[in-house]
């Protein structure tokens, strides 16, 4: 199975800590080309780099693995929309006649709680 375009995007970013490969607007092929020009292989099985040939340098790693997708915690939106509406609250309670005109408004007159 061969890796996706941000499955190797992510094993250059993990590589690109010791070195430099620049992989914003590149397409799938010409990334790999670039990281076997460096002396990698890219192992598609395993998710990783391999260094080949003897060129080894202080810099360059043998191998890099792919670092682990994190996923982000579901995000709690109550509080957020608990303080959005204490503010709207007190702008009201500042000026009545913004208050006036907003429950003018045309289309909240059509609303039907």
Do not use: W
């Amino acid at each position: 199975m061969a890796l996706t375009l941000a499955e190797l995007k992510r094993l250059i970013k993990k590589y690109d800590d010791l070195m430099g490969i620049v992989v914003k607007g590149k397409k799938l092929p010409a990334l790999i080309k670039e990281v076997e020009s460096l002396g990698y292989k890219v192992d598609h099985d395993n998710k990783k780099l391999v260094l080949t040939g003897k060129n080894k340098m202080k810099r360059k790693p043998t191998t890099v693995k792919a670092a682990p997708v994190e996923k982000k915690a579901p995000v709690d939106k109550s509080a957020a929309r608990a303080k959005r509406k204490e503010t709207i609250i007190k702008q009201f309670l500042k000026d009545p006649e913004l208050h006036k005109e907003i429950m003018a408004d045309e289309r909240i007159k059509k609303q039907k709680y």
